[in-house]
């Protein structure tokens, strides 16, 4: 997997959030999240699972929504993030989290109500294994976001540090049909990218946004995101 090394360093890991949702980049977690409620939800009581659940940013909210999640990534450092987050806020007897290989999840078929990953595909070297995976150990929903090929993004992806990669609409539907599963929505946004976001001050960013927005909702919307979020069933 790209980037595997990068992200599993201490000192990666310790800035990861204010590094990435800390001035205009808060307006990029608040989106994230509410992707993932909005797929998934309502919460409680199910059984979930994050595949590459880094710093647990999505563990610990879903956690907080009534889910029985468990959150896994190879990155121990991260891990160790996500662990003193969740007893920051008190959810911390409510989640699981555990190191583990997205290729070879340990858990058997349809394990849980709802897999999803974010910030993970834009990873991965075998995208159709991983999402074979978690096709095999949901029952239902599987959700995940992707980097768009043909958006802004593309300006400057070859420069990050940890490599990524981009797709196109049609290689991430064959992604889902060669797992067995079925299109239930999908939403595109971020005209303007991630990356440019992050080096914005709030005050700054929440104006931009609000153009990035209007864009959104002209024809050209959808064409220009960056970022796309998919919504499968089983």
């Known amino acids: 997997m790209k980037g595997q090394e990068w992200y599993q360093a201490d000192e990666v890991a310790a800035e990861y959030e204010d590094k990435r949702f800390s001035g205009g980049g ?3 977690d608040r989106r994230e999240k509410q992707a993932v409620l909005d797929a998934l939800g309502p919460l409680d009581g199910k059984r979930v699972l994050e595949v590459a659940c880094g710093t647990g940013r999505f563990t610990v909210l879903c956690a907080q929504q009534g889910a029985d999640i468990t959150g896994m990534d190879i990155s121990a450092a991260m891990l160790r993030e996500g662990r003193a987050k969740a007893r920051d806020v008190g959810v911390a007897d409510h989640l699981e989290f555990m190191r583990g290989d997205a290729a070879r999840l340990p858990f058997p078929d349809d394990y849980f109500d709802a897999v999803f990953a974010m910030r993970f595909f834009h990873l991965a070297d075998t995208p159709a294994k991983f999402i074979s995976e978690m096709a095999r150990v949901s029952k239902a929903d599987v959700f995940f976001d992707t980097f768009n090929r043909y958006s802004t993004r593309s300006l400057y992806n070859s420069l990050l540090p940890m490599g990524s990669r981009l797709y196109s609409r049609s290689e991430v539907r064959d992604l ?18 991630y990356g440019f976001y992050r080096k914005l001050p709030s005050w700054l960013a929440d104006p931009i946004r609000d153009a ?14 960056s970022v796309s979020y998919w919504h499968a069933h089983v």
Do not use: Q
Request: overall charge negative; glycine content about 12%.
């Open 212 to 225: 990035d927005l209007t864009v959104g909702d002209t024809p050209l919307g959808d064409p220009l995101a």
């Open 176 to 193: 889902l049909h060669g797992a067995g599963l079925t299109l239930r929505s999908d939403a595109h946004d971020f005209v303007l990218p």
């Open 26 to 28: 808060r307006l990029i």
